[in-house]
């Protein structure tokens, strides 16, 4: 599985910016897609999962009520859809997808990842 992650870019505190991550054309059935973030300096971050088996999903603390991810119906495209986005959310974000039938916390635990996309909030 080879994932494309895009969207990210520059942003005034409080706006908004939609990240997408793509497959390769590979339907992503029976995955879990996550998105991470990392700053230079610090561990990677999970941020959002989405299960496509249910849609169900995870959110960190730092992002809950802020962030909402989603997947298209072909199941090829995940989306995080970021709003009122804060200086802090400032981060290299990445996909990763495994075979899962249930969303998985650790980044570890994920096989396939894409580039990173560059998120910078600031005034």
């Known amino acids: 599985v080879q994932l494309q992650a895009s969207g990210g870019g520059l942003v005034q505190p409080g706006g908004s910016l939609r990240l997408s991550c793509a497959s390769d054309g590979l339907t992503l059935a029976y995955y879990a897609i996550g998105w991470f973030r990392q700053v230079p300096g610090k561990e990677r971050e999970g941020v959002s999962c989405?299960?496509?088996?249910?849609?169900?999903?995870y959110y960190s603390d730092s992002v809950k009520g802020r962030f909402t991810i989603s997947i298209d119906a072909a199941k090829t495209t995940v989306y995080l859809e970021m709003t009122n986005l804060k200086p802090e959310d400032t981060a290299v974000y990445y996909c990763?997808?495994?075979?899962?039938?249930?969303?998985?916390?650790?980044?570890?635990?994920?096989?396939?990842w894409g580039r990173g996309t560059l998120v910078t909030v600031s005034s």
């Open positions: 989405i299960s496509s088996r249910d849609g169900s999903s």
């Open positions: 990763a997808a495994e075979e899962s039938i249930w969303c998985i916390a650790e980044a570890t635990d994920f096989g396939y």
